[in-house]
């Protein structure tokens, strides 16, 4: 069984939910700026929040932040072991130690000394991009893991356990053989990602498919989605794919259909306009269905909302909703939008004038 460690308040291990884990891309200059990136990140669903700190007295900016948001704060350490001891001392919960470039027995255990004392979390993390040879998938992979575990093996001579490790590559497959092999062989808890994913979508994808397979195969504790791109995007995605593979749930899903020649409405409209009411309602005291099928005819409308919570399906330029494999109403495409939050507000026992 893996571990359970800590990060400050948050604890990761196989009886938590897996974790979601964001950073922050503002510069450390830019103090306001960056505390309303921490804050989007945090209302978004981080429950963790990695800083990269790459000179002395950066650290010092930890104190502000925490001031104003109460998750824990990792600080990203590369190079030189002081910043790592500098972040500690001002209180960050958690650093991150990549070997292949903290690589001195002795600049390690002074490290481990302070986190030790100050009871910090250390994640061991290993980048791909560390190596300079080229290597192919597997031995990349497996040099991954001994470099890993050799870090590792000093940490524990200090008896100091409160560590994860992450194992990450740009390409799917090494990231995954990797992961798969650290865990046949430790039981501390893994941090998931891809690195360096390219372009918005293909991060989306290779982050969906690289974390969501490693997942799906019961590997893996806590999480971070990198994309080029705005950071609150990386909480969100974290986020669908958590509850896509039925690990946690955050809010209601939206099933479309693709639409085809049979449909008679703009769907793709009537889905972005659910969509913003539902974005709306969420802030309501309504309790939302988990479910809602919205589907470009009756072909698959019925049958969707059995599965769904709540479904709609259009005919030609009218709706019906369905519960339960029972319809409620019919409308227009207007009114339908309509009709359906009305339904939801009853559900909820209100009463509407
Ligand atoms: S539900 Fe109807 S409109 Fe949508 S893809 Fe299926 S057949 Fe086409």
Avoid at 64 to 81: E, Q
Wanted: with cysteine; glycine share 8%; charged share 25%.
């Amino acid at each position: 069984m893996v571990n359970t460690v800590n990060i400050g308040t948050l604890k990761i291990g196989p009886k938590y939910p897996v974790r979601i884990k964001g950073m922050l891309k503002t510069s450390i200059s830019k103090r306001e700026a960056l505390l309303e990136e921490a804050n989007t990140l945090v209302k978004e669903g981080a429950e963790a929040i990695r800083v990269a700190i790459k000179y002395p007295h950066e650290s010092q900016i930890l104190k502000y932040l925490k001031s104003k948001i109460r998750v824990p704060f990792v600080a990203d350490i590369h190079f030189n072991y002081k910043l790592a001891i500098e972040a500690i001392e001002c209180g960050f919960d958690g650093i991150r130690l990549n070997p292949l470039n903290i690589t001195k027995e002795p600049q390690i255990k002074e490290v481990v000394k302070f986190a030790k004392k100050n009871g910090v979390h250390i994640r061991v993390g290993v980048n791909s991009g560390g190596f300079r040879q080229r290597l192919d998938e597997k031995n990349l992979a497996k040099n991954m893991v001994n470099s890993a575990l050799n870090f590792i093996k000093i940490l524990e001579k200090e008896d100091f356990f409160n560590i994860s490790v992450s194992l990450k590559a740009s390409n799917i497959q090494t990231t995954i053989l990797a992961n798969r092999l650290f865990a046949l062989r430790s039981k501390y808890p893994l941090h998931l990602g891809i690195t360096a994913t390219g372009p918005f979508l293909e991060g989306v994808i290779k982050s969906s498919l690289g974390i969501g397979i490693l997942l799906e195969e019961g590997i893996g504790n806590i999480l971070r989605v990198s994309l080029t791109g705005p950071s609150f995007w990386e909480i969100k995605i974290a986020k669908f794919i958590l509850q896509f593979l039925g690990l946690r749930y955050f809010e209601p899903e939206i099933v479309s259909c693709p639409t085809c020649s049979r449909c008679s409405v703009d769907l793709v409209k009537i889905v972005e306009d659910f969509y913003k009411k539902l974005d709306e309602l969420k802030s309501s005291s309504i309790k939302l269905p988990k479910k809602i099928a919205i589907m470009g005819c009756e072909v698959n409308g019925p049958g969707e909302a059995i599965f769904a919570d709540i479904g709609i399906a259009f005919g030609n330029k009218r709706g019906v909703i369905f519960k339960k494999n029972k319809i409620l109403c019919s409308d227009t495409v207007d009114n339908l939008a309509k009709k359906f939050i009305k339904i939801l507000e009853e559900d909820n026992g209100y009463k509407r004038n």
